[in-house]
């Protein structure tokens, strides 16, 4: 998972296999989350997100799952490939309910190593 | 696809210098941000903006000035660079409304100040 420190928390994976990071977030009264990855040089690309109605939601490959409970986001990756060598991190906001906020708050992020 | 694209990769600068740093959207999106990437700190928020010539302060907005003249446009200025500003600094737009919070980053701008 993700914390605060000189380090990102590191997760090496073998190609082909299913990858799963974790993100806890900090504020309950959150309502909309995303998952970005960040390759090596490149700006943050989205990548899949989720409102707070929802617990699970599915793309290509990338499935995000919503705890509201404990405050725990995940994103999981089907059938790992070198291409998804990156760092990955989430963010969240208010933005459905009541005076939402145009920020975003963002983890520190996790870095995703793919053995060939 | 929205783009979001930044003047220059890779800047160097003087202590001292003047230096802008330049965001273009060409999805006619409200709102533009800017934030820096540190390692071990994660992207922090300089500035942003939600209309033309509005701006709000981010997190760190110290050393830092923004303009917005135009929607699509939204430039970074350090008055008077220092060495504590080598970072990357990354630019990045949002609809804002109609379920549209996401935003979209460009490539980054690499400044070292020597």
């Known amino acids: 998972g993700e914390s605060v420190g000189l380090h990102l928390p590191t997760l090496s994976v073998q190609e082909g296999d299913n990858s799963i990071i974790n993100c806890a977030y900090s504020?309950?009264?959150?309502?909309?989350f995303i998952w970005y990855k960040q390759e090596s040089g490149k700006g943050p690309q989205f990548i899949i997100d989720?409102?707070?109605?929802?617990d699970k939601r599915q793309g290509q490959r990338v499935t995000v799952l919503l705890n509201k409970t404990v405050k725990h986001l995940s994103l999981q990756i089907a059938a790992t490939q070198p291409g998804d060598s990156a760092v990955y991190f989430c963010?969240?906001?208010?933005?459905?309910?009541?005076?939402?906020?145009?920020?975003?708050?963002f983890g520190k992020g996790t870095k995703l190593s793919v053995i060939p | 696809d929205v783009k979001v694209t930044q003047s220059s990769r890779y800047l160097v600068k003087r202590t001292g210098e003047k230096v802008f740093l330049e965001c273009v959207q060409d999805?006619?999106?409200?709102?533009m941000f800017w934030y820096r990437q540190d390692p071990g700190l994660g992207l922090r928020l300089i500035y942003f903006?939600?209309?033309?010539?509005?701006?709000e302060k981010g997190d760190i907005p110290e050393g830092y000035s923004v303009s917005r003249e135009k929607k699509e446009r939204f430039s970074l200025i350090l008055e008077s660079a220092s060495t504590n500003q080598t970072s990357m600094y990354l630019c990045?737009?949002?609809?804002?409304?109609?379920?549209?919070?996401?935003?979209?980053f460009g490539p980054g701008t690499r400044l070292t100040v020597t």
């Open positions: 903006s939600y209309d033309v010539k509005m701006k």
């Open positions: 989720i409102r707070s109605n929802m």
């Open positions: 504020n309950s009264a959150s309502d909309y």
């Open positions: 990045a737009s949002s609809l804002g409304h109609d379920g549209k919070y996401e935003q979209y």
């Open positions: 999805m006619d999106h409200e709102n």
């Open positions: 963010a969240e906001t208010i933005a459905y309910s009541g005076a939402g906020s145009y920020q975003l708050t």
